[in-house]
């Protein structure tokens, strides 16, 4: 598939980075049971959802930028999804998300932070387990009535 650049270019623009679907059904889920959080921070890697005084942050992972893609496609490897023009240059973005995503991982973890990552499609599949994962980190980590 051949488009004009500046096609491309509006296409992007379009792709949202923040309040997606998934991140404002898990954010509503998670207000729903009384947890209070924020959604702007100043933190490396800019997590969607942040328990200050718990010291969680939480990324709500797209599967195609970050690395899941492939899987929630139900294809057998990584490979399998860029079948398509411009492959190379697609495989080694998606890569640097990745490698990005892992390096502001432990960084945070290395400042006292918890990470936790939950894939867009399995907030779409599994809202409520999804929700789970988080309560259950932030109460552990600071205590029964979260506030932001």
């Not at 207000?31 to 924020?38: A, E, H, K, P, S």
């Not at 400042?111 to 789970?132: C, M, N, P, Y």
């Amino acid at each position: 598939m051949n488009r004009a650049p500046a096609v491309t270019s509006r296409i992007m623009a379009a792709v949202k980075n923040r309040d997606t679907r998934p991140e404002m059904s898990l954010r509503r889920e998670l207000f729903r049971r009384g947890l209070r959080y924020r959604v702007r921070s100043t933190l490396i890697g800019r997590p969607d959802i942040v328990f200050v005084s718990a010291r969680v942050a939480c990324f709500v992972d797209g599967d195609r930028w970050h690395g899941n893609g492939w899987r929630a496609r139900g294809l057998t490897s990584f490979d399998d999804e860029f079948k398509h023009n411009n492959a190379e240059f697609w495989k080694a973005k998606i890569r640097r998300n990745m490698a990005r995503d892992k390096a502001v991982t432990q960084q945070l973890e290395a400042e006292g932070w918890t990470v936790v990552r939950i894939w867009a499609s399995d907030v779409e599949k599994h809202l409520a387990s999804a929700a789970d994962t988080i309560e259950n980190v932030v109460k552990k980590r600071g205590g029964g009535s979260v506030n932001a």
